[in-house]
Each structure stands twice: as structure tokens, then as C-alpha cells.
């Protein structure tokens, strides 16, 4: 018989497991040279510890939605449910503006982790790009990259119980990657090499709050995907445990790894050439051990970046499927697959949209994976918690953050904070997409263009 509902089959480790192989993923190795040269010297690990605390404090925010409202697609149906209830035009039109945002940042941070990997298989294939250039391959490494988007999304064409298992499996090949970093790092450890640049704790300089805006939209890009668990809420068991504590263990045990390991990098390739760097980690083993085993080392990094891919991914294509189940977006995309029960037309049109991003440079993506969201998704969400608080008895709530309401009142200022710092060229990608978002809504509501669908039977 034909199954129309989501299976329950992820547990508790499960759950952290796909967290933190999303968080850790290709992004560390990937942006350490970027987060370095944001504030031009190792004194931009603050933007670290300033970025664990901001995503801890939007952890909880993200763990008592979660809990309280549990279902797929996250942010979605968070929205769906506190907003979309309220009855007015614009309380109707944040599920939509979320969908149509995530569509440009959510692939754009999938893409982000695809054009990184290629710097280290470029490290591995050194004629990699003179190659595909005489068989007629313009941008040759960036149909790698979507090549390789489309075998992730083949490999999740699968049943969630298999694919919650595979997704220990590769998290466990990304801690051992983590490990081997932190503890070659911590053997060979030179403080010497953390010499910081003059005026570098500057308050005063008109660049320090830029500088570390910067940083710390890097840092938070890196620890992204403590939420992800969010978005599988309807195949979460007990999700009003499971998904806080997911969260905040994923948050606790990530920001830990990331801030040993960084340190431990740059106190063996100095800031000034690890900020050079494209491909940070395979040049930090071979520093240490020669090229051969750098080499060997970047294949682990290379199963890093598959196993944040395969997360984020299987997180992701959920949040479609949940708009169009309700009627927010074409019923297409509330189809699964009859034997496997996966969003089919939700994961291959991810894929689409994720393997053209896959065509732009890295920092013009990374900047556009945070920026773009912070409104319509990051602030607006601590606002609906506020707002589900106080106009929502009827709902249970398993869990409640601690010290309320500081947590979220910190992660607002933290979010406004990077907004405000952001690049230029980040922020008319956010206005454009916003406005762009609210045109295509007012046209849909005033009849001008069919509405995206109904509610499937």
C-alpha cells in the first residue's frame, strides 16, 4: 500500500549525528583562510567564541520551537504555525518569504560546501583544471562540484531509516578527520605562532567592528546546522526530547572541536600564509608530515564534505515537501516516492538549484548563505517564539530555554549585528530577494498568477 506520511526512524544519536556532520562539514577547512583575513590576525578567533555563544543562545530558540512544534521543515513550519494562524495578509506571507528566500540561501549554502571540496581535489589532482580545459571544459572544476551535488542526492533516494545509519557512519569518518587535526595540531603546537599584529585589540579602530562583523559571519556559516534536526521533525522519535537535546549537544560538542582545532592549525602554519591558503588543512599536514600524507589526509577531508553534503541535503529538501503539504507551495513537492518514502520533486530540485550555485565564486556564496536569512528566518523566528508564548496556551511546551528572555534577546542583537556589518554586495542579494519575495506574494494573493497550490488530499 502506497505510504503518504513520514516515518518516525531517527533517535537521539541519530539526530546529533546529522547535526553535527552539517556543522562540521567542509566549512572549517574551507574558510579558515577567509575568517583570518576578515580581521587580519589570529585575534579573529573572538569571532569564534562570540559566534558559539550566539548560536547556543539561537540553539534554545531553535530547541523550544522545535520541541513545542515539531514537523518538518523547520523555520517553515514554525512560521506556518505562529504566524500563518494569525489570519492577516502579512501573517500569511511568512511561511511564503521564508521558502522563497531559502531557495537562494539554503542552496547557496549547499553549493558553498561543493565549490570548497574542489580546492582539495585540485590538491590531489594538480592538472585537474589543465585537464578539463583541453577536453573543451570551461570552469571545469564547477561541473565537478554539481556532478558531484547529483550523486549525493542519488545516494539520499533512500529509505530515512538507512539513511539515519549512514548518516552516523559518516559522521563518525568526519570526527576521526577532526581528531587527527586537533591532535597533530596539539603535538606539534608552536604559541609562538599566535604572535598577534599591532593594534590588534584596537576597539577604537573604525575597521574592528567590520572586521569582526566579518568574522563572525564566517564562524556562524561554520555552525550552521545546529538546527537541522528541525527540519525532520515529523521523523524524529519523541521530538519534544530528542530535538532539544540534539541541538544542544550538537552546539556544545561542535563548538568545542572548532575552537581546538583552529587553534591548533594556525599554531603550525602561520596566520599570515594559512589566511593565503586554499586548502588550509591538506597544507597543514604536509607541513607537518610531508606531501604523501597530506595527501591521504585529504581524502578524509573529502568524506567530510560528503557527509555535511549528504546532512544538509537530506535536511533541506524536507522543507519544500512541508510548504507544499500545507498549500504554501506546488503540490509536486508534497509528493514521496511510493516505495521509499522520500520528498522526490523537493530533493531533485534542491539539487537543480544547488549545481548553478556551484558556478559562483565561494565568498559571493558564503556571504549570500547567511545575509539573506537573518530576517525572514533567524530574527523573525525569536520574534514568532515571543509571540507563540503569549497567544498560545493551548500548545505544550516540553521544553523551555533557560533564562528566558536573555538567550534570545542576545542572539537578536548577535543576528542585527552581523547584518549590519555585512558586505555590500550581501546585502543588495537580501534586499533583492526580499522585495522580489513580496512582489511574487502580493501577486499571487491578488489573483494576477495562479496560486502555488492546494492543500493535497
Not at 521530538?239 to 550538537?250: D, E, L, N
Not at 602561520?270 to 608530515?289: G, K, V
Not at 547567511?370 to 533567524?378: A, D, K, S
Request: net charge neutral; aromatic share 12%; with cysteine.
Amino acid at each position: 500500500m502506497k505510504s503518504t506520511k513520514l516515518v518516525r526512524g531517527l533517535g537521539l544519536w541519530q539526530a546529533v549525528s546529522l547535526n553535527v556532520a552539517n556543522m562540521v562539514g567542509i566549512g572549517p577547512f574551507v574558510t579558515i583562510p577567509l575568517f583570518i583575513k576578515a580581521m587580519n590576525g589570529p585575534q579573529a578567533l573572538i569571532a569564534w567564541v562570540i559566534a558559539a555563544i550566539l548560536v547556543t543562545c539561537d540553539g534554545l530558540v531553535w530547541s523550544e520551537l522545535g520541541a513545542a512544534l515539531p514537523g518538518s521543515g523547520g523555520t517553515y513550519h514554525f512560521h506556518k504555525e505562529i504566524f500563518g494562524r494569525a489570519g492577516s495578509r502579512w501573517g500569511r506571507a511568512m511561511p511564503f518569504l521564508f521558502i522563497w528566500q531559502f531557495l537562494i540561501s539554503g542552496t547557496a549554502e549547499m553549493a558553498s560546501g561543493y565549490i570548497g571540496a574542489i580546492d582539495y581535489l585540485k590538491y590531489l589532482l594538480p592538472d585537474l583544471e589543465s585537464t578539463l580545459a583541453s577536453w573543451g571544459l570551461t570552469g571545469g572544476s564547477s561541473w565537478i562540484a554539481a556532478g558531484a551535488c547529483v550523486t549525493v542526492t542519488i545516494v539520499l533516494c533512500r529509505r530515512i531509516q538507512t539513511i539515519g545509519w549512514l548518516g552516523v557512519a559518516l559522521c563518525a569518518g568526519t570526527l576521526i578527520t577532526v581528531c587527527i587535526v586537533i591532535v597533530c595540531g596539539l603535538l606539534n603546537f608552536n604559541p609562538c605562532l599566535l604572535t598577534l599584529p599591532e593594534n590588534a585589540g584596537n576597539w577604537q579602530d573604525p575597521g574592528f567592528a567590520t572586521g569582526l562583523g566579518a568574522a563572525m559571519l564566517i564562524a556562524i556559516y561554520d555552525y550552521f546546522g545546529y538546527y537541522n534536526v528541525c527540519h525532520l521533525g515529523d521523523e524524529v522519535q519523541d521530538p519534544g526530547r530528542t530535538i532539544p537535546r540534539a541541538v544542544i549537544i550538537s552546539v556544545a560538542l561542535v563548538a568545542g572541536i572548532y575552537l581546538v582545532m583552529n587553534v591548533s592549525i594556525i599554531a603550525v602554519v602561520p596566520w599570515q600564509e594559512a589566511m593565503e591558503s586554499t586548502n588550509i588543512a591538506a597544507d597543514f599536514m604536509e607541513r607537518l608530515y610531508g606531501r604523501p600524507v597530506a595527501m591521504a589526509f585529504t581524502c578524509l577531508i573529502l568524506w567530510t564534505a560528503a557527509a555535511c553534503m549528504f546532512a544538509i541535503t537530506l535536511g533541506y529538501s524536507r522543507i519544500p515537501y512541508a510548504a507544499a503539504l500545507n498549500g504554501d507551495f506546488f503540490p509536486v513537492f508534497a509528493k514521496l516516492h511510493p516505495e521509499k518514502n522520500y520528498p522526490v520533486a523537493s530533493l531533485w530540485t534542491l539539487c537543480g538549484l544547488t549545481a548553478i550555485f556551484c558556478f559562483f565564486p565561494l565568498k559571493i556564496v558564503v556571504d549570500s548563505a547567511v545575509t539573506v536569512r537573518i530576517l525572514i528566518q533567524f530574527v523573525a523566528q525569536i520574534f514568532g517564539l515571543q509571540l507563540l508564548r503569549m497567544t498560545r496556551p493551548d500548545i505544550r511546551m516540553p521544553f523551555r530555554m533557560w533564562l528566558y528572555p536573555l538567550p534570545s534577546l542576545l542572539a537578536l542583537c548577535g543576528w542585527l549585528f552581523i547584518l549590519a556589518t555585512s558586505a555590500r554586495e550581501a546585502l543588495i542579494v537580501t534586499a533583492a530577494v526580499t522585495v522580489s519575495g513580496i512582489l511574487v506574494y502580493l501577486l499571487v494573493q491578488w489573483g494576477k498568477m495562479p496560486t502555488p497550490g492546494e492543500r493535497p488530499a
